[in-house]
C-alpha cells in the first residue's frame, strides 16, 4: 500500500513547492519557502513609543520655559510695565503741554549717575500756588505736611548686577527720548525700551545713530536731520565686554 504523507492545517507539501516556485527561487530548499508566522510578543501601539518619547520631553521643556519666561520674569523688564502712581502724575500735561524740561524734577541727571525721583518740595514748588486744593494732590500735601515722601514706584528699574550711569550716557549725547520713549505723550509712564543686555549692546555696537547734541538731551522732538550745520556726532567707545556693565 503506497505511503501517503499525513496532512494537517498548515502543512505544505514539499513537492507541490518544488514545482509550482519560479526559476529563480529554486535554488531556494522548500523549507525556506514556507510561511512561518511571526511571534508578537509587544503590542503594536507600542511601535510608536520612540517617536513619543524623543517629542514629549522637548514639547514639556518648551512649555516650562514659556511659562517661567511670562510669569516669573520681572514685571519690570517688560516692555508696557506701567504701575499705578500713589499720584496721578501725567507727563503728558507737564512735559507736553505746558513744556517743562526734564531737569527741573529729575535735578542732577547729568552729574549723578543715578536719576533721582523728585522730593515732595519740588511738587510744591509749584502746587503751593496752583490746584492748592485738589483731592488729586491729597498724597502731596499730605507729605509736605508730615515730612513722609511719597512712595513713587520706580518704572525703569535695572537688576541690580547691572551698572548704569546716568550722567555717563547724557554727556556723551544720548537723549531721554532714545531710552525712555516719548515721555512728554504719556500720562501714565511706561516701559517704553527694553532695557535688556541685547538692546543695550545693540547701542553700545553702533551707538553713533543716538547721539546728539547735548543741549538738546531733553528735547522729547528732536531729529537728526536738526542737528545744527558741522555737527559730528562725538566719537565714543562704550564697553561691549562683560566687566563693562557687570562690576
Known amino acids: 500500500m503506497p505511503r501517503v504523507p499525513y496532512k494537517c492545517a498548515g502543512f505544505v507539501d514539499p513537492v507541490h513547492l518544488v514545482s509550482s516556485r519560479s526559476a529563480a527561487d529554486k535554488s531556494l530548499p522548500p523549507w525556506r519557502l514556507r510561511k512561518i508566522p511571526r511571534m508578537q510578543l509587544f503590542p503594536r501601539a507600542l511601535n510608536k513609543l520612540g517617536l513619543v518619547l524623543a517629542v514629549v520631553p522637548n514639547v514639556v521643556l518648551v512649555v516650562i520655559v514659556f511659562l517661567f519666561w511670562y510669569y516669573a520674569s520681572p514685571k519690570n523688564l517688560q516692555v508696557g510695565y506701567a504701575p499705578l502712581q500713589p499720584v496721578a502724575y501725567s507727563h503728558r500735561l507737564h512735559a507736553g503741554e505746558l513744556g517743562i524740561d526734564c531737569r527741573y524734577c529729575h535735578a542732577n541727571i547729568e552729574r549723578s549717575a543715578h536719576a533721582m525721583i523728585p522730593a515732595t518740595q519740588t511738587c510744591m514748588g509749584c502746587h503751593s500756588l496752583v490746584k492748592t486744593e485738589s483731592p488729586k494732590l491729597k498724597v502731596i500735601r499730605d507729605s509736605w505736611k ?11 528699574k535695572l537688576p541690580e548686577h547691572a551698572y548704569f550711569n546716568h550722567s555717563a550716557h547724557l554727556a556723551a549725547g544720548v537723549g531721554c527720548s532714545t ?9 501714565i509712564v511706561r516701559l517704553d525700551k527694553p532695557i535688556s543686555m541685547g538692546w543695550c549692546l545693540e547701542c553700545h555696537r553702533d551707538p553713533t545713530k ?7 538731551i531733553t528735547n522729547m522732538n ?3 536731520d536738526m542737528a545744527p550745520a558741522g555737527w559730528q556726532p562725538p566719537k565714543v567707545n562704550p564697553p561691549t565686554n562683560c566687566s563693562g556693565c557687570h562690576r
Open 146 to 156: 508730615t515730612g513722609e515722601p511719597v512712595e513713587w514706584v520706580k518704572v525703569h
Open 179 to 187: 531710552c525712555h520713549g516719548r515721555i512728554d505723550q504719556m500720562d
Open 210 to 216: 543716538n547721539l546728539r547734541p547735548t543741549d538738546q
Open 222 to 224: 528732536w531729529q537728526p
